[in-house]
């Protein structure tokens, strides 16, 4: 499996999810991994200017829109067993863009993250945003079948 045929489920599913936890919110979901963040958003009139000439690739990429109002929401895909490098990437997108939720999805395996964040309890990595609001970052196991990430290797859990 090439990590190219994760996109689309995910795309389906993130479209899913955002409808259910968006109401209200006009939902666009794409696969962004072929062109960088700012010119993807500005498709949408949207304009970012921390991501203005930054070279963010997200995978798949969540805008939901209300008025004036826009919040992002990225997911990484990755078909090998998750790697500390795997999480530092999209944590500094995070840092960077400040998205209103993130996901790392792995159809392998946790890997090594999962000693680091379920054994070492090293959720504090997830964490992300300004210090009035502090996210997580949620990472887990893509089902390639169920075309969903599997619940039960949500960290941090739902």
């Keep these: 499996m090439k990590e ?4 689309m489920p995910m795309c389906i599913w993130l479209e899913s999810y955002m409808k259910d936890n968006y109401k209200g919110y006009k939902v666009i979901v794409v696969d962004a991994h072929s062109e960088r963040l700012d010119r993807v958003l500005k498709k949408y009139d949207i304009t970012y200017d921390l991501a203005t000439g930054v070279d963010i690739q997200i995978d798949v990429l969540g ?13 990484e895909a990755k078909i ?11 944590w500094s997108y995070c840092k960077l863009i400040n998205p209103e939720e993130a996901f790392l999805f792995s159809s ?39 075309k969903s990430p599997n619940l039960l290797t949500i960290i941090p859990k739902l």
């Design 80 to 90: 090998t067993r998750l790697t500390l490098r795997d999480l530092g990437q999209l």
């Design 108 to 146: 392998h395996s946790l890997g090594s993250l999962n000693k680091i964040l379920n054994n070492y309890g090293r959720e504090d990595l997830l964490d992300f945003g300004n210090t009035k609001k502090i996210k997580k970052m949620m990472v887990g196991v893509w089902d390639i079948k169920q």
């Design 4 to 7: 190219l045929e994760l996109y």
């Design 63 to 75: 805008i939901a829109r209300r008025k004036d109002k826009v919040k992002l929401i990225f997911i």
